[in-house]
């Protein structure tokens, strides 16, 4: 089973599209909904975003500490998951 | 987040249609349009209103507001003017609100965001946003580039004067030359040269297509 882990933000239609996909399909994924977060948990998240993808742009996917998927990709999604 | 500071540019009650009345006329100047999806812009103007409400303005509902005032102004929708060169790339926005005129189907767009490499025809502005005669300078991505039409011409070169590095679109044309506003070296608009050596500037393909202006860069990553 491979590890996903979806930075997400509660005002992003893709990222709702992204996990909806995700559910679809029976993919466990553990999330955060950066822009819920406040303070300086809310600053570590956007580093760790921008850190991961190079951006600011969401979702963020990252799939077995490994690869990285900006936005609903599905096809990329669909090819790193083996969906 | 704290946004006190944030100045309100909406009045309270703004609405979907408010929105799409102040951002349609300013994206057909870009050479954009709203997604043919008209369901997906209500979905992603209601998200936009959400933010607008906690922060003060409608911030791209598919970034994260940094904290940082100079980040932040660029992904303010609608944010074209500030990544032409990537969503050049993607036919679109970010968020996929906005596509390019020429796309028939928005929804074949949806999902990716990552910009693409290559080169890139981007849309500056229309036809008439620039009379015979007259320069303009434009942003397209990292590029300072200056427009010049001649009669039913267009060129577009460097905007900066390789003398004193100042803006050529601020300059005046004769004929196929610009003329730089500060010390008055002159560059033909075709091919960027100048009359002294070695100190060219750069040019960039120019095409016209259904009234627009499109300026052609290429896109590093």
Redesign the interface.
Known sequence: MHKVFVYA?S?????R?ARAYLDENDVEYDVVE??KL?GDE??AA?EE?RRVSGG???PVIVIDDESVI?????KRIKEELGL | ?SDATARRRFAPGTTIEDLKAYMGPFVDRLGYKFNTESS?VD??LA??L??LEKTGDVYC????R??DPKEDVR?ICPCISFHRDEFAAIKKC??GLFILKEVEDGSEL?????ALSGDVEVPVFRVEDLPPGQVRHVKVGKNDIAVARVGDEFFALSNVCRHAFAPLADGFMDGYHVMCPWHGWRYDVRDGTTDHPDVDVRTYPVTVRDGEVFVTVRIKR
Do not use: H, Q
């Not at chain 1, 005002?11 to 990222?15: D, I, K, R, S, V």
């Open positions: 933000l005002t992003c239609p893709y990222c599209a950066v822009d406040e809310y600053k956007v975003v600011t742009a969401f900006v936005g609903f990709n599905k | 987040m997906f979905d992603v998200s936009e959400e933010i509902p598919c970034r994260v940094t904290g992904i970010w968020c949806f999902g990716v965001i990552e």
